[in-house]
């Protein structure tokens, strides 16, 4: 197998009109980043037809002009950014003077952005973490992965004949671009798999979502696991009649943390004495029984 060969091998590039020469493949400094630079041609027989005018080819109306450089992000190569300088083929239509590109599998027509550069975002979407990253590291701004996040959202289909017996509700801050403050997210409470985001909590709107789901699929979820917001409870006993409702611990354990705080800088302002005491030791106070101790609970107490 040629250089050329294992190059576009290498790459995952399967158009066979493109075509990479020998020593084609520098490093350099693009915006402040070391860069792979591979260059390579792309040029095959002029088509059989002009892609403008339609005239059929019969008479060589439709010839080769020159050649267009363009420069095509491809996912990284060992950690370092990666960019194709193609020269595509330009041609010349005689019978209405257009000129146009040859095409290739490799990137749409008109962008600059590789389909597998495209394909390994959408992969690392799946992964948690923020599109900043993703952008940074694959040297793409980070709008242009919104659109696409955008552009693909309508492909989803949820399946609303089936629950899993678990149900897990949250709510977080997503993006700005998203009606409401919080955004909706629920999840099978046994696997972690996240089942749908919706761009808000409003419950009119959860409500009217659930009922998507026929009453028999609503009536098989045993438990839902929810934080303390009260209109989950409300969704849920309407929603999903045979449900319990399950407060998370980790909330239980939240609340009884700001409580507990909430009391002591109560008593810390009652009584200034015990002010600096208390500011000290909070943390004593809030430590596991088992994890206590006898040296720093007797300073505690003596003082
Ligand atoms: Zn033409």
Redesign the pocket.
């Known amino acids: 197998m040629s250089n050329c060969n294992n190059t576009t091998n290498l790459l995952n590039i399967e158009d066979k009109n493109i075509t990479i020469s020998e020593d084609a493949i520098e490093t350099k400094k693009v915006n402040g980043v070391d860069t792979k630079i591979i260059h390579a041609k792309l040029t095959y027989n002029p088509p059989s037809s ?1 892609p ?2 339609g ?1 059929v080819n019969d008479n060589h109306d439709v010839i080769k002009y020159g050649f267009k450089q363009c420069n095509i992000i491809l996912p990284q190569i060992s950690s370092m950014n990666a960019l194709l300088c193609l020269k595509k083929q330009r041609f010349y ?1 005689k ?2 003077d ?1 000129t146009f590109l040859a095409k290739t599998r490799l990137v749409d027509y008109n962008r600059s952005i590789s389909k597998n550069t495209f394909l390994s975002v959408l992969l690392e979407l799946k992964e948690k973490q923020s599109v900043y990253d993703i952008s940074r590291r694959y040297n793409i701004s980070h709008t242009t992965i919104h659109k696409w996040v955008h552009s693909i959202k309508d492909g989803f289909i949820i399946n609303y004949h089936r629950l899993p017996e678990h149900l897990a509700f949250d709510e977080f801050k997503s993006v700005k671009e998203v009606k409401g403050k919080m955004s909706f997210i629920y999840a099978n409470s046994k696997t972690g798999k996240v089942i749908d985001i919706l761009t808000h909590r409003h419950i009119n709107y959860l409500k009217s979502y659930f009922y998507q789901y026929p009453r028999e699929v609503r009536a098989k979820v045993k438990t839902v696991c929810i934080d303390m917001y009260k209109g989950y409870i409300e969704l849920i006993r309407q929603c999903f009649p045979n449900a319990i409702i399950i407060t998370d611990r980790f909330h239980v354990v939240q609340l009884i943390n700001r409580s507990f705080n909430n009391v002591r800088i109560q008593c810390m302002k009652l009584n200034k004495d015990n002010f600096r005491l208390s500011k000290r030791y909070c943390k004593l106070l809030l430590k596991n029984y088992e994890e206590l101790d006898q040296i720093h609970c007797m300073v505690f107490i003596i003082k």
């Open positions: 002009c403008c005018c005239i239509c019978h209405c257009a």
